[in-house]
């Protein structure tokens, strides 16, 4: 898949947008952020970006990073053998996101707003599985709100919801009960993350 290694690549990009001049007014922020992200369970996500700041309302950049996001799946066919179907939660690991069911993303990133801010990106993820195989490359984005200081050093905290469409599943034969009827392979997690900017 020659589109594999894209995201290496692309990645690549964000510190040579760092080091480089911005073109407006010679002002960048760079933001770097760790935190949750939310999908058919929970864990971790790391993000980095850069943004040239065209206006001290508009940034715009390249982010790059990971988070726990899954690719939904049919529901599974449970037979109960206890009254009220037994117990079956479970909780992920801290480390999913970065180590199993991850989500890897690079791709152009849009800022409006200083204090108060909303962000938007697009770009390409790639999925791999609980054992860490590959599980698919497409295009997805997202989108959220900000918040932060107007130091040359601020913290900053955001929420994003991710989302990448997938392809319509064909239905399944069960040998209980009626067919699994086809379901959207789409990955999407909310994302909350604090960190800090640089400007």
Do not use: C
């Not at 909303?118 to 959220?144: C, H, K, M, P, T």
């Not at 034969?173 to 999407?188: E, M």
């Amino acid at each position: 898949m020659r589109s594999h290694k894209l995201i290496p690549a692309l990645a690549t990009l964000l510190p040579i947008l760092v080091a480089g001049p911005a073109s407006a007014d010679g002002r960048w922020t760079v933001s770097l952020g760790v935190g949750e992200s939310v999908s058919e369970l929970h864990g971790s996500a790391v993000e980095a970006a850069a943004y040239a700041q065209v206006h001290p309302l508009l940034g715009l950049g390249l982010e790059a990073g990971m988070a726990y996001m899954q690719i939904h799946s049919a529901p599974p066919i449970a037979i109960p053998f206890e009254p009220g179907g037994g117990i079956g939660n479970s909780v992920a690991s801290l480390t999913d996101g970065l180590t199993r069911n991850r989500g890897l993303f690079v791709g152009p990133a849009l800022r409006v707003g200083e204090q108060l801010y909303a962000v938007a990106s697009a770009g390409i993820y790639e999925f791999s599985d609980n054992a860490g195989r590959s599980l698919a490359q497409r295009w997805g984005g997202s989108a959220g709100l900000g918040l932060t200081g107007k130091g040359r050093f601020s913290p900053r905290a955001e929420v994003r919801y991710r989302w990448s469409p997938g392809p319509m599943s064909e239905p399944e034969l069960t040998l209980v009960g009626p067919p699994v009827p086809g379901f959207r392979q789409d990955a999407s997690a909310i994302v909350f993350t604090i960190g800090a900017n640089f400007h």
